[in-house]
Each structure stands twice: as structure tokens, then as C-alpha cells.
């Protein structure tokens, strides 16, 4: 088929790296020059495993094409994909001006009949929107069928869950247009479920507000685990081995981040509210990540670790591993506190240095460990990337001038840095 992706962000460009991998005609589209001059250079704007070069391998077969022209990308299209931002708006709706700014433009571009297809994340309703906008500025012979079709991939593992997903959700009112779009991934063997544009949009706010629920349940358990002399790792265990439990996000810690979950949780409760609804639990799941971000400033501060000039090393400042996403990251709050106590902050990221300097531009930024650490007097541990958890404990114990640790994703076993000296402070362990 013949593709046109509005936005080549994280879900955006591997949209399109991955249809055009499955031997689609796909034309990214972006509104900024820079990226999509890097991209046709061969280099992509984000850090994400097998991404470059599967990009490259499809833009060389002839498959893969960026451009900011807007009928390149619009016109003479089997299918136009929507990947543009979402970003929290005000009192916590989603922000739609992206999403609508490219119905707006699409409706002034197409020739043809248009399926048009939005990955974003967007509230219920937004689908109908989109059509209403682009069928009001298309010319009047022209049809125009919106479907809705959530992303899930996770970053850092993008490319694998493009491939390998659980489920493709597809809603839409026009069913052969949900079919064109479904056989669109038919070859990608994932489950498809087909269903109305309304419960699709719901989807994905359920799916996600449900995975945040699930780390705010564990970290109050490893609250109460602290409380208690109970071991939170012992406890998730035992709960997850119960299959309807499950294992996956049982894994206490400082709380979530990211471009998805923060504002994706706060979304639905304003989405839920505005139906007439409150969504108490959803309230209750945000209030606790919020507390949970400051769990490792609590330690630090009950322990007098944070005096001024302290040398403290913040290790990983990427939401999560295997991503240069730095959107919402726990390590953004724990760098003002620090700031605000006078603290040395040496900050260490592997990938995700450049993004957190569009944050904080005068921090001092390292992507060797070994420097991070040399004569640190206290540790941050903010991501688990492999390079940080797979560490020796005697290495921290032989460059830091005073190992004390704060680890909030639980890297180490307790007794393995009590052997090496250290002093550990960690999530839910007693
Ligand atoms: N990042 C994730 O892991 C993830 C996962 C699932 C769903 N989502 C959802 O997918 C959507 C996109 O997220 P993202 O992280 O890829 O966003 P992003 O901010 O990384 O990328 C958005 C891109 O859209 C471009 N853009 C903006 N306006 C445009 C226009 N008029 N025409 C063409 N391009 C335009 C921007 O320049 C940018 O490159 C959001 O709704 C998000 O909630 C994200």
C-alpha cells in the first residue's frame, strides 16, 4: 500500500520503518526541517534499539521517503497515518492543536478519498472530530472515513512490539475501511480486534491508566513493606506467580515517567470528570506516583546526605532503559531538589544527555560512569540501564570518596552492597 504518516516521533517514525520493513510504499511527514534532513541522511532524530538501521536498510529499497511537503505525503495515499504529539494541556487534557492542525491540513491537501487513521492517543470523541474537520475542508465529492488505531509500543522496545504486539486495536464506523486497515498489518501475525472508534479511543487510556495502577499498587506495598521489615521483591513475587495477577509491573520503585502514563493517567480522569464521573481510584494512582518521586530525596535528607557542596552523582536521567526520552523523568525533580540544596550534581546518561540539556543547560553532563562516580559522595540511581546494574558493587566502593547509594529501581541485592561497604538505601527493602 501507499502510506502518508503525519509526525515521525517515537511513534511516528517507527510506524513507518515497520510498514515500510512489511513492504509498504510509506512517506513520512514532519513539520520540522532539521529532523527531516538528519533522516534523509540516513540518521534517525531518536535513540531506539535496531531503529537506524532498519530505517537505512528500507530507505536504500526505495520504500521509506521523508519530506515536508504535504502533498507528498497526502495525496495519492491508501492510508494516512496520524502520529503527532498529544502533550498535556491545560488542567489535564490532552492537548489536541497537533492533531487537529493535521486534519485541518490534510482536509486542504487530499484529492482523493482519504481512510485516515489516528495512532496518537486521543480522548474518545477525537476521531469523529478529525473526520468532521477534514470533511468540512475537502472538497465535497470527496469521502473520508477516520479510524481509530492506538499505539502500544513501548520505547526501547519499539521495534520488537511493532512486530510482536499483544493486540493492533482498530475502531471505526466504516467497515471496509477498518478492513483496509487491518489487512494494512496483516502480515505482521498480531491478533487484531476490530470494534466501534469510541472504545478504541478508550483502549488505550484503559490500558495505560490500568499499567500505572499497577506500579502505584506495588510502590504503596513497598511502602508498607518499609514499614514492616517485609521485602517488596519477596511480596511481588509470590503476587505475581497468581496468573491473574501476573508478574509484569510489579517492580517497585521511584514512580512512573515518560511521555505516556503521566499524562495519559491525568487525561482520563479530566475525561472522566468532564462525562460526569470521578474516576477516584485514577486521582489516587497519580497522588501516590507523585509522592513516590520524592522517595530517594526522603532517604537522602532523613540521612543528612545532602549537605551544600555535596558531590552527588545522578546515574541514568532517561525515564526508563533504552530510551533518550527524557519527558517526565523522575531524575528531573530529584536535579531541582538538589540544585535547591546546593548539591555538586554530575549527571551520567548513556543515550540521554543531549535531551535532559534542553532541561537543565548549565548541569555538568558526563556519559562515562567511571566519572560520574570518581569521588562522588553520594549516588542517585534513577534508571536501570545495564551499564549502571550490571556494575561490580566493588566498583562504586573503589571510585565514589563516600558510597552512599540511593537506588530507586532496586539494582543491587541488599547484602550483596553491604558486603562491598556500601551504604544502600533502596525501594521497599527494609
Ligand atoms: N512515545 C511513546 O512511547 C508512545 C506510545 C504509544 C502512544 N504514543 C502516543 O503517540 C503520539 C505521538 O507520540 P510521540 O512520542 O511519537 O511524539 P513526539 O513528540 O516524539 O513526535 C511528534 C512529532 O510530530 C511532529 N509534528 C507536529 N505537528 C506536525 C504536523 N502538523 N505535521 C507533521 N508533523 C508534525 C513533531 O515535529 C514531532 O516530530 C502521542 O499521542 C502519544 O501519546 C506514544
Redesign the pocket.
Known amino acids: 500500500m501507499n502510506i502518508g504518516i503525519?509526525?515521525?516521533?517515537?511513534?511516528?517514525l517507527v510506524t513507518g520503518v515497520c510498514l515500510s520493513e512489511a513492504g509498504h510504499h510509506v512517506t513520512c511527514?514532519?513539520?520540522?526541517p532539521e529532523?527531516i534532513a538528519l533522516m534523509k541522511s540516513g540518521k534517525s532524530p531518536i535513540y531506539e534499539p535496531g531503529l537506524e538501521e532498519m530505517m537505512q536498510r528500507n530507505q536504500a529499497a526505495g520504500r521509506l521517503t521523508f519530506t515536508t511537503e504535504k502533498t507528498e505525503a497526502y495525496r495519492g495515499k491508501d492510508i494516512l497515518f496520524i502520529?503527532?504529539?498529544?502533550p498535556e494541556g491545560e488542567n489535564g487534557h490532552a492537548d489536541l492543536s497537533?492533531v487537529k492542525?493535521?486534519a485541518e491540513?490534510i482536509g486542504d491537501t487530499i484529492q482523493d478519498d482519504a481512510i485516515v487513521v489516528t495512532?496518537?492517543?486521543?480522548p474518545v470523541g477525537t476521531n469523529d472530530q478529525v473526520e468532521a474537520i477534514i470533511r468540512e475542508r475537502a472538497a465535497s465529492n470527496i469521502q473520508v472515513h477516520a479510524v481509530s488505531n492506538p499505539?502500544?509500543?513501548?520505547?526501547g522496545n519499539a521495534i520488537h512490539d511493532s512486530f510482536h504486539g499483544d493486540r493492533i486495536v482498530i475502531g471505526g464506523h466504516h467497515q471496509p475501511a477498518v478492513d483496509k486497515v487491518a489487512e494494512c498489518f496483516s502480515s505482521f501475525g498480531i491478533p487484531i480486534v476490530k470494534t466501534d472508534t469510541k472504545s478504541a479511543e478508550l483502549i488505550k487510556y484503559a490500558s495505560n491508566a490500568f499499567l500505572a495502577t499497577k506500579i502505584s499498587f506495588i510502590n504503596e506495598i513497598a511502602n508498607i513493606c518499609e514499614l514492616t521489615g517485609a521485602n517488596v521483591e519477596e511480596v511481588a513475587e509470590g503476587m505475581g506467580l497468581d496468573k491473574r495477577i501476573g508478574s509484569q509491573f510489579l517492580k517497585a520503585g521511584i514512580g512512573f515517567g515518560g511521555?505516556?502514563f503521566p499524562k495519559?493517567t491525568k487525561a482520563l480522569t479530566t475525561m472522566s470528570a468532564e462525562a460526569g464521573y470521578e474516576f477516584r481510584m485514577l486521582n489516587a494512582v497519580l497522588e501516590v506516583n507523585e509522592l513516590q518521586h520524592n522517595k530517594l530525596l526522603e532517604k537522602a535528607d532523613a540521612e543528612n546526605a545532602i549537605e551544600k557542596g555535596v558531590k552527588a552523582a545522578v546515574l541514568g536521567l532517561a525515564f526508563k532503559p533504552n530510551t533518550d526520552d527524557t519527558r517526565e523523568s523522575p531524575a528531573i525533580r530529584l536535579i531541582e531538589e538538589l540544585q535547591n540544596r546546593g548539591a555538586d550534581i554530575i549527571a551520567y546518561d548513556p543515550i540521554a544527555t543531549e535531551k535532559m540539556k534542553e532541561v537543565f543547560p548549565d548541569l555538568t553532563y558526563t556519559d562515562s560512569l567511571e566519572t560520574a562516580l570518581q569521588d562522588a559522595e553520594t549516588a542517585f540511581i534513577i534508571t536501570d540501564w545495564a551499564q549502571i546494574k550490571e556494575t561490580d558493587p566493588s566498583y562504586f566502593k573503589e571510585k565514589m570518596k563516600r558510597p552512599v547509594i540511593f537506588d530507586g529501581r532496586n539494582c543491587f541485592t541488599v547484602s550483596d552492597m553491604k558486603k562491598h561497604g556500601i551504604d544502600y538505601h533502596s525501594i521497599g527493602r527494609g
Open positions: 503525519a509526525g515521525t516521533g517515537y511513534v511516528g511527514l514532519d513539520v520540522s529532523k502520529a503527532v504529539g498529544t497537533f492542525k493535521v491540513e495512532k496518537s492517543t486521543v499505539e502500544f509500543l513501548r520505547e511521555s505516556c495519559d
